[in-house]
């Protein structure tokens, strides 16, 4: 599910279902590979704090606990032309 989505940040954020349990921080969607899984895109390579943090908020003021999304640092990866 595309949640939000926003062309000028080159971000969207994307849940893996309908999210129904509730953690006492919010609400998360099931655990293993179907119906599982919250995630925020962003077109570049190394993270815009600033964009991140639209889209955890965004999240959380749609009910979403944030303790399931996981910090990635991409910035070694090496870049597909």
């Given at each position: ?12 954020l994307v849940?893996?279902g309908?999210p129904?349990?509730?953690?006492g921080?919010g609400c998360?969607n099931?655990?293993?590979v179907?119906?599982s899984?919250l995630?925020?895109f ?6 815009d704090?600033d964009?991140?943090?639209?889209m955890r ?13 996981n910090l ?10």
């Amino acid at each position: 599910w595309v949640l939000e989505y926003d062309e000028a940040t080159g971000s969207a954020l994307v849940s893996g279902g309908q999210p129904s349990i509730d953690t006492g921080d919010g609400c998360k969607n099931g655990d293993g590979v179907n119906g599982s899984g919250l995630w925020i895109f962003t077109r570049q390579q190394e993270r815009d704090e600033d964009v991140v943090n639209m889209m955890r908020q965004k999240a959380k003021d749609q009910g979403f606990d944030l303790s399931v999304l996981n910090l990635v640092d991409q910035t070694n990866c090496a870049k597909v032309e």
